[in-house]
């Protein structure tokens, strides 16, 4: 780590930042990228902080395309915030410039750094300890959503081609299996099993949902609550970031995917599988926000699905952990050998939990 920080200060100077003493140190916890924050104490005058990112290559392969989503997304927002009233340096991220004028840096070894304005005053936290938090963090990516209503989300560049396709990712477990490349095949009959016995059914649901007709959006694709800035006083979200996978996609999945990671009473990878549980007290609060900020523009049959969003996504993320867990742990960072696995097991509970809440959560949204 020492070696990362010491090159990530190197990349720092040629950002077009104030010229003064520059520390760097790891911030946040994503499985992703490298995240880190950067002080710059300018020879007269405060301290500026920014985030500073080393974007991973192994996930995203062609970093710049990615770049330039974010560029005209943030860019597109900006003009939406300012004819709103709102702020946009807090409201969206900004790139700062490289010195060669571009908004990113590519180093000797082919790694696409970026920098961002750290939004102060603001906190992001996985773990709220109100539910008036993530009722904020709904309203925040229903605005996001909202507020990019005009932008036609055709034009940006497919970042992650089938990011969150679920027929995709069982075709990815089956090549998985097929493979067995790791020779863990055998020890994961039983999620296998759990795995394959849903994909008739999600097939037969999402051509019925295509046909009728869930419009394409441009959607955020990784709304986790850590991925919200809220404003440190008052609660109220100020800003959307981690934009990488804004692409193409379907409101269910950016609401699904919040339940799926917010409303565990456990944890993502919890080995204590008793732990997770669908905290319902979560998703009112999150269907809450969202709902009021998106009613403008959600179309009847996207409303009423909501509830199956979060079903879909938490049965992809089973999917997904025990392809990469089948694959040899190419894709996630991982704690130990079996964390993928450890991962699937507890995304299969958290599903079981959501889908014996199927009616309580329909019957909420169907109610606000
Ligand atoms: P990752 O893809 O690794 O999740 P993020 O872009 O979400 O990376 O950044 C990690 C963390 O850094 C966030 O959860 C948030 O706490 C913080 N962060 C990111 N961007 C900003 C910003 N512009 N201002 C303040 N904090 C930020
Ligand atoms: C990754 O880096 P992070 O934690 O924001 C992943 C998500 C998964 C998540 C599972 C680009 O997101 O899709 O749901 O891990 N992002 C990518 O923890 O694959
Ligand atoms: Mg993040």
Redesign the pocket.
């Known amino acids: 780590m020492e070696k990362l920080i010491k090159r990530a200060l190197d990349i720092a100077h040629l950002f077009d930042v104030p010229r003064g003493e520059m520390t760097c140190e790891p911030?946040?916890?994503?499985?992703?990228?490298d995240?880190f924050c950067l002080t710059v104490r300018p020879w007269t005058g405060a301290a500026r902080r920014y985030?500073l990112?080393r974007v991973n290559r192994y996930v995203f392969p062609d970093p710049q395309s990615m770049m330039g989503n974010i560029q005209r997304v943030t860019h597109y927002l900006r003009g939406v915030i300012a004819r709103e009233g709102g702020d946009p340096a807090r409201e969206t991220?900004t790139l700062v410039r490289a010195m060669d004028g571009r908004p990113w840096i590519t180093d000797a070894s082919g790694d696409l750094w970026r920098v961002?304005?750290?939004?102060e005053g603001?906190v992001?936290t996985d773990r709220p300890e109100t539910p008036e938090r993530f009722a904020a963090a709904g309203e925040a990516f229903g605005r996001f959503q909202r507020q990019l209503g005009g932008f036609d989300a055709s034009t940006l560049y497919p970042t992650l081609p089938n990011f969150h396709n679920t027929p995709a990712r069982l075709q990815q477990l089956t090549n998985a299996i097929g493979a067995d490349a790791a020779g863990r095949r055998a020890e994961v009959g039983a999620e296998i099993g759990f795995c394959m016995a849903r994909a008739a059914q999600t097939d037969a649901l999402l051509r019925e949902l295509e046909a009728g007709c869930v419009p394409l959006r441009v959607t955020h694709n990784?709304t986790k609550m850590?991925?919200v800035?809220l404003d440190e006083k008052t609660g109220r979200g100020v800003?959307v970031?981690?934009l990488?996978t804004t692409m193409p996609g379907f409101v269910l999945s950016d609401f699904g995917d919040f339940i799926r990671t917010a409303a565990n009473t456990g944890a993502e990878d919890d080995p204590d599988l008793d732990k997770v549980d669908v905290d319902m007290d979560i998703f009112r609060a999150f269907a809450k926000g969202y709902v009021e900020s998106t009613a403008s523009f959600l179309t009847p049959v996207e409303r009423e699905n909501l509830p199956y969003g979060a079903q879909l996504l938490t049965y992809m993320q089973t999917v997904r952990f025990l392809a990469d867990y089948l694959d040899g742990d190419n894709y996630y960072k991982i704690k130990h050998p079996e964390h993928n696995w450890q991962r699937s097991k507890a995304q299969f509970k958290l599903l079981q939990s959501i889908e014996a809440q199927e009616k309580a959560m329909n019957d909420y949204i169907a109610g606000l």
Do not use: E, K, V, W
């Not at 911030?27 to 992703?32: D, E, P, S, V």
């Not at 961002?116 to 939004?119: A, D, E, K, N, V």
């Open positions: 911030y946040g916890t994503g499985n992703i990228n995240t985030i990112q991220l961002y304005l750290f939004i603001t992001s990784d850590d991925n800035l800003c970031i981690d990488d």
